[in-house]
């Protein structure tokens, strides 16, 4: 089974940033397509960004595409989430997810492990 542990969440002012980091234990990183889902308040968990295996072909959210970077680190067993130039429309519980399949779906239906989230607010 494999453990994911978010950090870096926070409370940030409109067009400020925060670096998101999820800490991957239990099986090997490089096995797992990484991603960030969200969940607004009061509203649906959204796909937000995800990252293959070795790095390659990052996929973005539409809402977030040109201001949030995606990006993993192998050899600490870590995927992340820059974030910038935020809006509160941005406020969100942030998660952490796995998928040891082979395609990078926006569905959260493939991906099996998640992480307990971190809360994301950005105030006006």
């Known amino acids: 089974q494999v453990q994911l542990v978010e950090s870096g969440g926070g409370l940030v002012q409109a067009g400020g940033s925060l670096r998101l980091s999820c800490a991957v234990s239990g099986r090997t990183f490089s096995d797992y397509i990484m991603a960030w889902f969200r969940r607004p308040p009061g509203k649906e968990r959204e796909f937000v960004s995800g990252?293959?295996?070795?790095?390659?072909?990052?996929l973005y959210a539409d809402s977030v595409k040109g201001r949030f970077t995606i990006s993993r680190d192998n050899a600490k067993s870590t995927v992340y989430l820059q974030m910038n130039s935020l809006k509160p429309d941005d406020t969100a519980v942030y998660y952490c997810a796995a998928n040891g399949g082979y395609k990078l779906d926006k569905s959260s239906s493939t991906f099996g492990s998640w992480g307990q989230g971190t809360q994301v607010t950005v105030s006006s």
């Open positions: 990252i293959l295996r070795n790095g390659a072909s990052p």
